[in-house]
């Protein structure tokens, strides 16, 4: 089992900035990637950002990518995302996740953090 508990959402502007956290405990030797997802009403849970722990490696949706960053920090096990110049269709209810295989799909998605909402006004 690994436990998520995710930190940092909240109300901004149109161009400003959030950071979001989400700290894994349990059996964390289990997680090959770690990253996030949003949710907005009335749509699909998608992948916003992955990082792989093996190589480091990111992955990006195409709607975040050079304004979203992902990093993480090992020894805290701590998953951390960067989001600058948001935009109202940023507004979504934002998800931790981990995976011992892959972050790219909700079916591969093996724990979720309870959820944080970031909501972006105009």
């Known amino acids: 089992q690994v436990q998520l508990v995710e930190s940092g959402g909240g109300s901004v502007q149109v161009g400003g900035s959030l950071r979001l956290s989400c700290a894994a405990s349990?059996?964390?030797?289990?997680?090959?990637?770690m990253g996030w997802f949003r949710q907005a009403p009335g749509k699909e849970r998608e992948r916003v950002a992955s990082?792989?722990?093996?190589?480091?490696?990111?992955i990006y949706a195409g709607s975040v990518k050079g304004r979203f960053n992902i990093s993480l920090d090992k020894a805290k096990n701590t998953v951390y995302l960067q989001m600058n110049s948001l935009k109202p269709e940023d507004t979504a209810m934002y998800y931790c996740?981990?995976?011992?295989?892959?972050?790219?799909?909700?079916?591969?998605?093996?724990?979720w953090g309870q959820g944080t909402q970031v909501t972006v006004s105009s």
């Open positions: 996740a981990t995976s011992s295989s892959r972050c790219n799909v909700v079916a591969a998605i093996g724990f």
């Open positions: 349990g059996d964390t030797f289990r997680i090959n990637c």
């Open positions: 990082f792989y722990t093996g190589d480091s490696n990111t």
